[in-house]
């Protein structure tokens, strides 16, 4: 039997060009295909780790590709709605912190795994990452349904704040595991 939690996590980069294409379509399908698109990577992102579990069907392979589709697809977009002003103003800001977390939490659990050591997402960061899914579908839909704009925005700053706690939380935890540079080596190395 194939491995499905597997094959939802790879639909999951599938789709991210996709979901680029679509922000070029005309409105209303613009904004109707990019939403429909993103909803659907954000229920595989939610199956496949649970099905993954509960079919004990935990591979190597999802534990890699999972987060790394998550944070294309979030990156994807949050790009893709600031380039066609969906996102504006201080409010990219928001979105700026959350792609730079994204960023150094990867970094972090690159450095780490190879000191063979795990970071375990915290409940705290599932939550961020529920808020961050359901602001950017909303925001998708800004130029069809204008009432979401606001809810998505402030679900966005909330995204936002809680980003920078878990990021600096799993630093924090991440430090520990750190030494300083050797002699003949620099920081930068």
Request: hydrophobic share 55%.
């Amino acid at each position: 039997m194939p491995n499905l939690p597997n094959i939802l996590t790879l639909s999951r980069v599938v789709v991210i060009p996709l979901i680029v294409a679509a922000f070029y379509l005309a409105e209303p399908a613009a904004s109707w295909t990019t939403f429909a698109l993103f909803a659907y990577a954000a229920v595989t992102d939610f199956f496949d780790g649970m099905l993954a579990r509960r079919w004990n069907q935990t591979t190597d392979f999802g534990r890699f590709l999972d987060p790394i589709a998550d944070k294309l697809l979030v990156a994807a977009v949050l790009v893709m709605m600031i380039a066609t002003n969906t996102i504006t103003g201080i409010t990219v800001i928001a979105a700026l912190l959350i792609l730079l977390r994204e960023l150094l939490v990867s970094g972090l659990r690159e450095f780490l795994a190879g000191k063979r050591v795990d970071i375990l997402v915290s409940r705290l960061a599932k939550w961020k990452t529920s808020v961050q899914l359901i602001a950017i579908a909303l925001l998708l839909l800004t130029e069809v349904v204008s009432q979401v704009s606001e809810i998505g925005t402030v679900l966005l700053w909330i995204a936002a704040l809680l980003t920078v706690y878990t990021g600096y939380d799993y630093l924090r935890g991440g430090m520990a595991h750190m030494k300083r540079p050797q002699d003949n080596k620099t920081a930068a190395e």
